[in-house]
Nanobody, 124 residues
Framework: VQLQASGGGLVQAGGSLRLSCAAS????????MGWFRQAPGKEREFVAA????????YYADSVNGRFTISRDNAKNTVYLQMNSLKPEDTAVYYC??????????????????WGQGTQVTVSS
């Protein structure tokens, strides 16, 4: 599956952004989806994941309660709604797809496909 992330930008602390990740090439509903991020000088980290049906969602502690992951299988798209953004949320955000189940413990290397990344910058 090919992934195209979009929706990043510059926002003030406390603001909101919604990231989108459009998939093509395979049956989207067969894939669990995840969002990861990587800040300058830091390792890539898990942000959120959603099961193939959308019925199960998982979040990193750092974003739980502020971010919401969702998917629309009819549109082959997964979303990440980010509210109450903080400067420490600044990073390049990547969407990823894994054929089968995903949880918060699914490592990045277990995902099959990655999008190109979209920059999110939160100013203080």
């Amino acid at each position: 599956v090919q992934l195209q992330a979009s929706g990043g930008g510059l926002v003030q602390a406390g603001g909101s952004l919604r990231l989108s990740c459009a998939a093509s090439g395979r049956t989207f509903s067969n894939y669990g989806m995840g969002w990861f991020r990587q800040a300058p000088g830091k390792e890539r980290e898990f942000v959120a994941a959603v099961s193939w049906s959308g019925g199960s969602t998982y979040y990193a502690d750092s974003v739980n309660g502020r971010f919401t992951i969702s998917r629309d299988n009819a549109k082959n798209t997964v979303y990440l709604q980010m509210n109450s953004l903080k400067p420490e949320d600044t990073a390049v955000y990547y969407c990823a797809a894994r054929r089968g189940w995903v949880t918060a413990e699914t490592n990045g290397y277990e995902y099959d496909s990655w999008g190109q990344g979209t920059q999110v910058t939160v100013s203080s």
